[in-house]
């Protein structure tokens, strides 16, 4: 495994890294510290994660949570540089939004839909915030491993569900909280974190600075409760097809056979 990729499972997976540092929940300075991070370093180092994958071994092809989203207006979470964008468009959703912190992965999402012959209403803003987005209007909001990053999980839910139609549908994923307790070593799992532990903290490497939590899934599931959402599908096993398709036998792979990486959630607004 290459520096970028074990940083990509140690920071979104799981495992260790270097330069852990507990810091308070500024939202201000956590949205500074991030968008800079995804100006400047994020998809060098991290890569982009999007539709048709919700994360490590975890199908849109193999689980159908959308369904058919012709003639649906659909709204991004954390449209990063517009893949999944481009997934929505070109199975005839009707309207393309999206949603991302940071000014140049709009930029990279407005040059990649039109480089495909799509387009999309595009805004900057933290997902946390409002910023012009209308209210009962989409039919779909969803997040490809990006829900993760907002400094107010409630809040957020809540702004969703103001986004959605009344039996809209929100679908989002992230890196599943047990996995990122969990570390390898000598083919024996062992717990290295807390699983209780919310604590906001600092990654740094490559001149690069992150700041996140590791949320319960609790967490997720009480806040989807709390703005109106009733949960219709949970995801967090790990596709076996997906996994010999690749042909992965690394640490990261073998640990998925053996606990959740990712898990992927669709809830209905009520």
Known sequence: MDKNSALRTSIIGGGEVDSVISVDTDKTVIHKTNSIFWDTKGNDILG?????????????EKCQLFGDVSGKKMLEIGCGSGQSLQYQGERKASELWGMDISENQIEKTRQYLTACGLSATLICSPMEEKCGIPEDYFDFVYSIYAI??????????????????????????????????????????????????????????????????????????????????????????????????RDDNNDFAKKAKMLPVTFVIKARKL
């Not at 982009?48 to 849109?60: C, D, I």
């Not at 307790?181 to 903290?201: G, I, M, Q, R, T």
């Open 148 to 245: 993760g990053w907002t400094t107010d999980l409630d809040g957020t839910f809540d702004r969703i569900a103001s986004y959605l139609k009344k039996d809209g549908i929100f679908i989002f994923s992230w890196s599943h909280p047990i996995h990122k307790c969990v570390v390898e070593e000598n083919n024996v799992l062992a717990f290295k974190k807390c699983y209780f532990d919310e604590s906001w903290y600092s990654v740094s490497f490559d001149e690069g600075t992150l700041t996140l939590s590791d949320r319960k899934l609790s967490t997720y599931v009480n806040a989807l409760s709390k703005a109106g959402f009733v949960i219709e599908e949970m995801i967090e096993q790990s596709d076996e097809e997906i996994m010999q398709r």
């Open 48 to 60: 982009a994660t999007s539709l048709p994958y919700y994360g490590a071994f975890v199908s849109e």
